[in-house]
Nanobody
């Protein structure tokens, strides 16, 4: 079992920045690829970014490319999402997730999920 806890969400004005954290406990954090997803009411959960177990490979959705950066610190069992130049359309609940699969873009391959943290961007 892996327990994931997100933090760092909040209310920010458009153009501002936030850094989300996802802290893991349980089985070896460094064994898992990790991802960030987001969801708004009435819509499916969508991929935001993912990072390989080593941190050597990262993936970002086109909608956040150039604005969001994913990283991880395996010594601290923590993954981060640095979000810059935030837009109102980035408003969502953000979830972190862990997978042993190499398919990191789809929700179906993730084994463990956090409870989510709300990000609200005002215009």
């Amino acid at each position: 079992q892996v327990q994931l806890v997100e933090s760092g969400g909040g209310l920010v004005q458009a153009g501002g920045s936030l850094r989300l954290s996802c802290t893991a406990s349980g089985r070896t954090f460094s064994s898992y690829a990790m991802g960030w997803f987001r969801q708004v009411p009435g819509k499916e959960r969508e991929f935001v970014a993912a990072i390989s177990w080593s941190g050597g490979s990262t993936y970002c959705a086109d909608s956040v490319k150039g604005r969001f950066t994913i990283s991880r610190d395996n010594a601290k069992n923590t993954m981060y999402l640095q979000m810059n130049s935030l837009k109102p359309e980035d408003t969502a609940v953000y979830y972190c997730a862990a997978t042993i699969s190499e398919e990191v873009i789809t929700t179906a391959t993730y084994d463990y999920w956090g409870q989510g943290t709300q990000v609200t961007v005002s215009s």
